[in-house]
């Protein structure tokens, strides 16, 4: 249901920005069904040493700003958090 909702357009932004900041160190990993079906596309960012973030209902857009704001500056962008 993640591809249906979107999910192809948010992993290719999502390659998109990492090829411009070019940053090898970030790693992408394609994940299954976490359960929340009326919230996708999902997005989860881990960083090493924090908790992992869900975002819910991403676009490519909202996701040009994760990786923008939240994976490369540290800012979790709230507006788009799993409550």
């Known amino acids: 249901c993640g591809i249906i ?3 192809r357009e948010v992993m290719n932004a999502l390659v998109e920005e990492m090829a ?3 940053r090898p160190e970030i790693k992408v990993k394609s994940g299954g069904c976490i359960g929340n079906c009326d919230t ?9 040493g924090e ?6 209902k991403i676009n ?3 996701m040009r700003q994760v990786f923008k704001q939240h994976i ?9 958090v799993q409550a």
């Open 5 to 7: 909702a979107g999910a």
């Open 20 to 22: 411009l900041a070019d």
């Open 40 to 48: 996708h596309p999902n997005v989860t960012v881990e960083i090493e």
């Open 51 to 56: 908790d992992p973030v869900v975002y819910q």
């Open 60 to 62: 490519a857009e909202k």
């Open 72 to 80: 490369l500056t540290g800012e979790v962008q709230t507006d788009y």
